[in-house]
């Protein structure tokens, strides 16, 4: 059993596995964790694109999130952007990290 800690994982938004599946490369490069889950079985697409079981440890990797056209499939197909509240802007002091601080 690995005792690292696993890397702080971003903004992700749940999908029922079956929209995910609409994207032509997914059967190539989908991971093999994905196989024995339904289309009702949600995924978490993160801000990185990659799209995991468990948003909390990130594992099991279902979708490397780096195939051709995949980013562009989630954001036209899917919509998915993440939310100008949560994208930190550098200009100001308040913001770190995406997070609001005082």
């Known amino acids: 059993m690995s005792t690292a800690t696993p890397a702080p994982i971003g903004y992700c938004k749940a ?33 990185d694109f990659a799209v995991r079981a468990d ?19 989630c954001t036209a197909e899917l919509g998915f952007a993440v939310p100008a509240d949560l994208v930190a802007d550098p200009a100001d002091p ?7 601080h005082g």
Request: aromatic share 14%.
């Open 15 to 47: 999908y029922p596995l079956s929209e995910f599946r609409r994207f032509p490369g997914w059967a190539e490069a989908a991971g093999p964790a994905q196989a024995g889950l339904g289309d009702d079985d949600l995924g978490y697409l993160g801000d």
């Open 55 to 73: 948003p909390v440890t990130g594992q099991p990797l279902l979708f490397g999130g780096d195939a051709a056209g995949w980013r562009e499939f």
């Open 94 to 100: 308040e913001h770190e990290g995406g997070q609001r």
